[in-house]
């Protein structure tokens, strides 16, 4: 059963991405000037700056790449996520999170990490090829890269959720 939900909400998120990289560049712009704009009237009402309305503009226009950026590591960690959830609940006799594995074991879960950090790419690169017929959208192999940064975060973080201690004795 959770196998079967876990595979929709992927199907979905797919789907997901595939609405926003279905904007065309004006409409995409502007939800992502928007979101820009709001965190920038967040940071002045936190950090009780007072600025204009020309400063918030301002300092909008120049967090959009990074907002953009962040929107597309996002959707990639997230589809990692529930690929890698989706593969562990597949393979149940692959224990994710006991320690003391066989090394086959061990290299089961390196493999279950690895195709659902590639199948993530993948829809990446096809995501990318999409955007070549939105109008104003390019499809660009550094937007699949920054996908896939995104998409080994997501791993990373359900490693770190799992293992903190490994990871804390090695700092």
């Given at each position: 059963?959770k196998?079967?939900?876990?595979?929709i909400l992927?199907v979905?998120?797919m789907?997901?991405?595939f609405?926003?990289s279905?904007?065309?560049?004006?409409k995409?712009?502007k939800?992502?000037?928007?979101?820009?704009?709001?965190i920038?009237?967040?940071?002045?009402?936190v950090w009780?700056?007072?600025?204009?309305?020309?400063?918030?503009t301002?300092?909008?226009?120049?967090?959009?790449?990074?907002?953009?950026?962040?929107a597309?590591?996002?959707?990639?960690a997230?589809?990692?996520?529930?690929?890698?959830?989706?593969?562990m609940?597949?393979?149940?006799?692959?224990?994710?999170?006991?320690?003391?594995?066989s090394?086959?074991t061990?290299?089961?879960?390196?493999?279950?990490?690895f195709?659902?950090?590639g199948?993530t790419?993948?829809?990446?690169?096809?995501?990318e090829?999409?955007?070549?017929?939105?109008?104003g959208?390019?499809g660009?192999?550094?937007?699949v890269?920054?996908?896939?940064?995104?998409a080994?975060?997501?791993i990373l973080?359900?490693?770190?959720?799992?293992?903190?201690?490994?990871?804390l004795?090695?700092?």
């Amino acid at each position: 059963m959770k196998k079967r939900v876990i595979g929709i909400l992927i199907v979905l998120w797919m789907a997901v991405i595939f609405l926003f990289s279905a904007q065309s560049a004006v409409k995409s712009s502007k939800v992502s000037q928007s979101t820009a704009y709001r965190i920038a009237e967040w940071q002045n009402r936190v950090w009780k700056q007072k600025k204009t309305e020309q400063e918030l503009t301002a300092q909008a226009e120049r967090m959009q790449f990074a907002v953009r950026k962040g929107a597309h590591m996002s959707e990639y960690a997230v589809l990692s996520v529930l690929f890698l959830l989706y593969f562990m609940e597949c393979s149940k006799e692959v224990s994710f999170f006991q320690k003391n594995l066989s090394s086959e074991t061990k290299r089961r879960r390196r493999k279950i990490m690895f195709l659902a950090w590639g199948l993530t790419v993948c829809y990446a690169a096809t995501d990318e090829i999409h955007q070549l017929f939105v109008p104003g959208r390019a499809g660009r192999i550094s937007d699949v890269c920054i996908d896939g940064i995104g998409a080994l975060a997501g791993i990373l973080f359900i490693i770190f959720l799992h293992f903190p201690a490994y990871f804390l004795k090695k700092i």
